[in-house]
């Protein structure tokens, strides 16, 4: 098995971490109970692509899991793991749509949406509510009303959030090595050599 290297293992704590505070406070209540409306999948959907699937899966199980704790509501299992194959995902995405190549202009932009779509209506359309009535006994027509709802608002708000969180990567990184390869040709050699390794990894960190 492949091991994780420093990096990444600090992508999935940040990855989780932002899942938390994206999920459990900038979130939009509907009126269905437990089902709440928010841009936390734009922001997975692209740290996946850049960390890989196995990363993307490991940040959004952990989010998940600490929201239902924070939650107040028990930890569902079923919505767990529909995350989680989100993550996946939008993981394998990021080997046919490599951001870190300035991969993303109108080609992988459909790309992109077309991916988070798919499995926005797999994660919600079918594992999600199918393990909510294996598991836990829920009613059908709930579930799946509840399944459709969650799909459409993250749907959208992972095309908006996401297209936009995926141009300001490519714009920002291939800025900053533009820009550090003119700065070589001016600096000494002790000035440059690890300023743009630093500027990536906390990009690639934060986005912004």
Known sequence: MKKFSIKTIVAIGIGAALFFVLSTYIAIPTPLPNLKLSVHYGTMAVMSM????MAGALMNLIGHFLGDLAGGWGV???????STFFGFAMGLLGKKVRLDDGEFGVKGI??????????HLIAWGLIAPGLDILLYSEPVEKIFLQ????SAGNIVSTAVVGTLLCIAYVQGHFKTASSSSLGQERASEQEMPVQVPVVVLLFKAAFV
């Open 50 to 53: 850049l960390f890989g699937p």
């Open 110 to 119: 459909i790309l992109f949406n077309v991916a988070q779509v798919v499995a």
């Open 76 to 82: 569902w299992w079923s919505w767990i793991a529909g």
């Open 147 to 150: 399944g459709a709802m969650g």
